[in-house]
């Protein structure tokens, strides 16, 4: 127990340290991209329109959603605190269009229903076994 404590602590010492932070409230964006970290190779493609890039590595926490997001996870205990803070994130953003580039994400595949008003996009450029598809993405 103790080396779990000791193992969490580092982990958050290490996130406080490297991660830039942001206070205020979000504003609505019509296009959010997640995780920038692999999203560089389509940046091309928005680079004249209103997006905002939701960091889901803890690269840039805002201390707003975070407070938001605490509250909500006791709500929430299904689903990660990750994933809780990226759902109050994206309350607050209200996007028209969600943008993601990694096709192994399931929890991004599911926000599809919860923000059933918003398009989401996946762009892949890799190749998915069909037993992969069929098992993880029934409708």
């Known amino acids: 127990m103790l ?7 580092k982990k958050i010492i290490d996130i406080l ?10 504003k609505n964006k019509k296009i959010v ?7 560089k190779p389509i940046e091309d493609l928005f680079f004249r ?19 938001k997001a605490l509250i ?10 990750n994933q809780v803070y990226i ?9 028209k ?14 926000l599809k229903k919860i923000f059933s008003r918003s398009k989401t996009n996946t762009y892949t450029t890799s190749m998915v076994c069909s037993r992969y598809v069929s098992k993880n993405f029934k409708k």
């Open 49 to 67: 329109l209103d997006y905002f890039y939701l960091y889901s590595r803890n690269e840039e926490i805002n201390l707003f959603v975070l407070l």
């Open 97 to 110: 269009i969600i943008i993601n580039v990694t096709d192994y994400n399931i929890f991004f595949f599911k």
């Open 87 to 95: 759902l109050t994130y994206l309350n607050y953003l209200e996007p």
């Open 17 to 26: 340290i490297k991660a830039r932070f942001t206070f205020f409230k979000p």
């Open 33 to 39: 991209i997640l995780d920038p970290a692999v999203s």
């Open 3 to 9: 080396n779990f404590r000791r193992n969490f602590l």
């Open 72 to 81: 909500n996870y006791k709500k929430n205990k299904n689903l990660s605190f």
